[in-house]
């Protein structure tokens, strides 16, 4: 019996060892992958940049309310106004690129001890912009708040059309990766200047997101062990469910342009 036991807790520590080495090389061969598809790296340098007083919103008319924006209200305290303190940056990696949009808020004080942070990311035709009510809410709440511009939205795209062309491009000609993956390096490079902040703990940092953005989460947590905890909201999309069970519209309906333009070309 104990030979048993022995050989059912060797069995169990091998499956371990392999699952946690298969994971590690899963990683590495994606953070590959993502390496591959950059210009040029540069050392990460850090702009200070303005607040966007008109956020670009690729939707007609413009959002005006979100019930999930709204979900967290923020922790009641007094001139809270006076004590928030807004960072506006860039983060420049790639030499051909444009920075990478960055907001981040937090109680004024809080950079005298590391507090865990947690990074926001936004859903299709939306901006780091939009997700303010909810950095605003943890911030009041002694967290780090931050939130980005996805690739081609926010200050990264320059008209109401800029991810609609990019998603085409990218079916058509595979010279844009719009959809998830451009975005998850930016967020491995994010994670490069979070763990460096004086006022951040590097072991609590956080990443949640809204549908697009929370697909940007899955992708940058499996990348980036740094994210020590992510929650997505709608952040799966099972595809095969989608089509078996005749549910793939909503699907198409949000990127029908795409498809449009497939059936246009073949015709």
Same mark, same amino acid.
């Given at each position: 019996m104990e #030979?048993e036991?022995a @050989?059912?807790?060797s069995?169990?520590?091998?499956?371990?060892?392999?699952?946690?080495?298969d994971?590690e090389k899963?990683?590495?061969?994606?953070?590959?992958?993502?390496?591959?598809?950059?210009?040029?790296?540069v +050392?990460l340098?850090?702009e200070? @940049?303005? +607040?966007?007083?008109n956020?670009?919103?690729q939707?007609d008319? +413009?959002p005006?309310?979100?019930?999930?924006?709204e979900?967290?209200?923020?922790?009641?305290i007094d #001139?809270?106004?006076?004590?928030?303190?807004?960072?506006? $940056?860039?983060?420049?990696?790639e030499? %051909?690129?444009?920075g990478?949009?960055?907001l981040?808020?937090?109680?004024?004080? %809080?950079?005298?001890?590391?507090?865990p942070?947690?990074?926001?990311l936004?859903?299709?035709?939306?901006c780091?912009?939009w997700?303010?009510p $909810?950095?605003?809410? &943890? /911030?009041?709440?002694? &967290?780090i @708040?931050?939130a980005?511009?996805s690739?081609?939205?926010g200050?990264r795209? #320059?008209?109401?059309?800029?991810?609609?062309?990019? $998603?085409?491009? %990218?079916?058509? #000609?595979?010279?844009?990766?719009?959809?998830?993956f451009?975005?998850?390096?930016?967020l491995v490079k994010?994670?490069d &200047?979070?763990t460096h902040?004086? =006022?951040?703990?590097?072991?609590?940092?956080?990443?949640?997101?809204? %549908?697009l953005?929370?697909m940007? /989460?899955?992708?940058?947590?499996? /990348?980036?062990?740094? &994210?020590?905890?992510?929650?997505?909201?709608?952040g799966v999309?099972?595809?095969r469910w989608?089509? =078996?069970n005749?549910?793939w519209?909503?699907?198409?309906?949000?990127?029908k342009?795409v498809?449009?333009?497939?059936?246009?070309?073949?015709n």
């Amino acid at each position: 019996m104990e #030979n048993e036991h022995a @050989a059912a807790a060797s069995a169990a520590v091998t499956i371990t060892t392999t699952a946690v080495v298969d994971a590690e090389k899963i990683r590495s061969e994606f953070l590959d992958f993502l390496r591959r598809r950059r210009s040029a790296e540069v +050392p990460l340098t850090v702009e200070p @940049a303005t +607040p966007v007083l008109n956020p670009l919103y690729q939707e007609d008319p +413009p959002p005006t309310f979100s019930e999930a924006m709204e979900s967290c209200p923020r922790d009641k305290i007094d #001139n809270f106004k006076e004590l928030l303190k807004e960072e506006n $940056l860039y983060l420049h990696t790639e030499e %051909s690129r444009v920075g990478c949009p960055v907001l981040i808020l937090s109680l004024k004080g %809080s950079e005298d001890q590391k507090r865990p942070a947690v990074v926001f990311l936004h859903s299709t035709h939306k901006c780091k912009e939009w997700l303010r009510p $909810l950095l605003e809410a &943890y /911030a009041s709440r002694g &967290y780090i @708040a931050i939130a980005i511009d996805s690739r081609y939205h926010g200050e990264r795209a #320059n008209s109401k059309t800029t991810y609609r062309d990019a $998603l085409v491009s %990218s079916w058509k #000609n595979g010279d844009t990766m719009p959809f998830l993956f451009d975005t998850a390096w930016d967020l491995v490079k994010l994670a490069d &200047y979070l763990t460096h902040r004086e =006022d951040i703990d590097p072991k609590r940092i956080g990443i949640t997101g809204e %549908s697009l953005g929370g697909m940007h /989460a899955w992708f940058a947590a499996a /990348a980036d062990t740094r &994210y020590a905890v992510v929650v997505p909201i709608i952040g799966v999309q099972g595809f095969r469910w989608a089509i =078996d069970n005749d549910k793939w519209q909503g699907r198409v309906d949000s990127i029908k342009v795409v498809f449009e333009g497939d059936f246009k070309s073949m015709n």
